[in-house]
């Protein structure tokens, strides 16, 4: 697998750069970027989390891979070219560089809701050693003649906002940053942690974030589970390329966004994304819908027995759990086509060929379930109703081992009635009974 597998295209110009290259990166926004009507006009500079098996293996391929979409009735194979050059994230001085040079217009983070390190209550949680750490570490950027060296911020804000500030001291123009993400309100939520983290190691940088830097929030959607070792044999035997990253998605797929780029983007609209004003509805419903689902799911099903979403979703207990979850989330939701947005998610959820695998989905599942389901679960309380199928995907979760009620959200769990839910969904749980709600 190389360029030459795609024709006379010419290599695209480096102008978006990319932090948490993975499997969905790949499925979703270098996707739509191969899609745009102006792709020749857009390359991506994609990093890894840290690791560097995958780049080193992208960069073999000269960044082309296969993006295979798995229907319920076959598989579609496309090559994609629209990674240009693909670097370890532990080259943070590549990165600083990549982010710090004029031509970039664009840098996008797809990094799990953990990795931001915010506090319970939102926002950068300073007390967490490595944000302090990299604090500590900007203070002492003065002491230093050059950022390339061997000590370097280890967090994702901490490393983008010294890529940052090398583009505030070259005066280079200013850029969208697209996180891509589970958050609510993504885009505000990291301007405001970059200004934090800002405001505490250099006011210069912090007053020049406003005028530099454009976050956009976005939602983003696209089943992507992790590769078996024998896709590549798969991919092999389908096109006669030998791909050692190929990726695996479903045949659904969107991004909406709401935000400004001042130096440009691609024609995503051209591919399928869509542009609004505002993001919320739209990521809400995404939020409480598909990814609550998940994590309830990813919960209830290996305590039946079951690995992937699609076994699980077959279980007609564990249907009924997220039906039920779904018209509890859709009180609290706007006119957004639901009817249709539940249908579409049952269809793909069923889809027994995306071995979408729950182990997974419950990685880092504190975090998620904080933004999942406790914000439902709270408005069905203030609505006077019991949210049962909250109770259940949290007496799930504890059961599975996940922790507490008071660890997850200490308002739910000082509500009696609420907590005598859990409690009950739990002793309904195989194994459930076992676990202390907390």
């Known amino acids: 697998m190389s360029r030459a597998s795609l024709g006379d295209r010419p290599v695209p110009p480096e102008r978006i750069v990319h932090l948490g290259l993975g499997a969905f990166h790949r499925a979703h926004q270098a996707w739509y970027t191969a899609h745009a009507t102006d792709a020749a006009d857009w390359g991506i500079v994609a990093f890894t989390g840290r690791s560097p098996q995958l780049a080193d293996r992208l960069a073999a391929q000269q960044g082309v891979y296969t993006l295979v979409e798995r229907g319920t009735g076959g598989d579609r194979h496309e090559a994609i070219g629209s990674i240009v050059r693909a670097e370890p994230g532990s080259d943070v001085g590549a990165f600083v560089t990549a982010v710090a040079h004029p031509r970039t217009a664009i840098l996008t983070l797809t990094v799990t809701e953990a990795a931001y390190r915010f506090a319970p209550g939102g926002g950068l949680d300073l007390s967490d050693p490595a944000v302090s750490a990299d604090i500590d570490l900007f203070r002492n ?3 230093v003649r050059t950022e390339h060296r061997l000590a370097y911020p280890t ?3 901490g490393r983008t906002l010294l890529g940052l500030r090398a583009r505030h001291r070259a005066a280079a123009p200013p850029l969208a940053i697209v996180p891509c993400d589970n958050l609510a309100a993504n885009g505000d939520v990291v301007r405001r942690a970059l ?3 800002a405001a505490q190691v250099s006011p210069a940088l912090r007053d020049w974030l406003p005028t530099g830097v454009r976050v956009v929030s976005t939602s983003v959607d696209r089943i992507t589970p992790r590769v078996t070792v024998q896709e590549t044999g ?3 035997e ?3 390329w030998r791909d050692e990253v190929p990726v695996v998605t479903e ?5 909406v966004l709401a935000g400004d780029f001042p130096a440009g983007r691609p024609a995503w609209d051209s591919a399928g994304a869509r542009f609004v004003a505002e993001i919320g509805p739209w990521e809400t419903r995404k939020l409480w819908l598909l990814n609550g689902a998940h994590s309830l799911l990813a919960a209830t099903g290996p305590l039946r027995g079951h690995t992937t979403v699609a076994q699980a979703f077959a279980d007609p207990s564990c249907r009924a759990a997220v039906e039920a979850l ?3 989330a ?5 006119d957004l086509a639901l009817d249709d947005y539940r249908t579409a998610l049952a269809e793909r959820f069923a889809n027994p060929r995306i071995e979408h695998h729950l182990a997974q989905i419950a990685e880092d599942s504190l975090t998620k379930l904080r933004l999942r389901i406790v914000p439902v679960a709270r408005r069905e309380r203030r609505a006077g109703r019991p949210a049962t199928a909250c109770a259940v995907a949290v007496g799930a979760w504890i059961a599975a081992g996940g922790g507490s009620l008071g660890e997850l959200d200490p308002q739910l769990a000082a509500d009696h009635d609420f907590r005598t839910a859990v409690h009950q969904a739990r002793k309904t749980l195989p194994g459930g009974s076992r676990v202390d709600a907390g």
């Open 141 to 143: 950027l003065s002491r």
């Open 155 to 157: 967090t994702v804000l």
């Open 195 to 197: 200004e934090t983290f």
């Open 234 to 236: 798969r991919v092999k």
């Open 238 to 240: 389908a096109t006669g």
């Open 251 to 255: 045949p659904f797929a969107d991004w």
């Open 326 to 328: 779904w018209d509890e």
């Open 330 to 334: 859709s009180r609290h939701l706007p």
